[in-house]
């Protein structure tokens, strides 16, 4: 069966530094990754979507790649704020998985250190 | 405003008493989901709707049921709900594939 797996339970920076999220998946070829961001007690927000042509998408801080032959997504976050910590998920849907189905990773929860 | 709502936010509630959480989207978005939270499990999606009257099983629809009688809104219907559905449930809107997810502020149900 198809599996996510995101690094580590919750990953410790420095304020400034560069934050490194990894998302590897198993026995799944996805049609697009997703990264969602999720305060404790709330929904999930969306943050960026990444086609799997596509190599790499920016936004802002925010910085995701996705290589399909490593079976793997990265999610940066530079120049790190102590508002950026949160619990950061990913997602993969469609192809083998099936459009609408949605698998998501259980989230690395990343603490910023002032 | 576009936004995904949901009520109750809180419900505690005993087995085998039927309950119904509602979900509501002023996006005119054709789908929806539902899904559900649970610690060390993560997001696991329970059913999905891409209209009205059409709806598939996710991942984990046992003892789940949903209905899209208008665009609007999906409600999940637990007939007799049991302690291993307390956890927390989040209803999620979009308006195709490959866009934006919009999810709900979520319900907390517990099952006693």
């Known amino acids: 069966s198809q599996k996510i797996e995101q690094n580590s339970e919750a990953l410790n920076i420095q304020e400034g530094k560069t934050a490194t999220l990894t998302c590897n998946y198993t026995?799944?070829?996805?049609?697009?990754l997703q990264w969602y961001r999720q305060d404790p007690g709330r929904g999930p927000v969306f943050l960026l979507l990444?086609?799997?042509?596509?190599k790499e998408k920016r936004k802002e801080r925010l910085k995701v790649t996705f290589d399909t032959t490593l079976k793997q997504s990265l999610f940066h976050i530079t120049a790190s704020q102590p508002a950026d910590s949160a619990t950061y998920l990913c997602?993969?849907?469609?192809?083998?998985?099936?459009?609408?189905?949605?698998?998501f990773g259980i989230g690395t929860k990343l603490q910023v250190i002032p | 405003e576009a936004q995904v709502t949901q009520n109750p936010r809180y419900l505690i509630t005993v087995t085998g008493k039927k309950l119904t959480v509602t979900c509501s989207q002023n996006m005119n978005h054709e789908y929806m989901s539902w899904y559900r939270q649970d610690p060390g499990l993560g997001l696991r999606q329970i059913y999905y709707s891409m209209n009205v009257e059409v709806t598939d099983k996710g991942d984990v629809p046992e003892g789940y049921k949903v209905s899209r009688k208008e665009k609007r809104n999906f409600p999940l219907i637990l007939e007799s709900p049991s302690p291993n559905q307390t956890s927390l449930y989040f209803c999620a809107s979009r308006g195709g594939l490959y866009v934006t997810q919009y999810f709900g502020p979520g319900t907390r149900l517990t099952v006693l």
């Open positions: 997602a993969l849907e469609g192809d083998s998985g099936g459009y609408q189905k949605v698998t």
């Open positions: 026995n799944y070829s996805p049609a697009y």
């Open positions: 990444i086609r799997e042509n596509e």
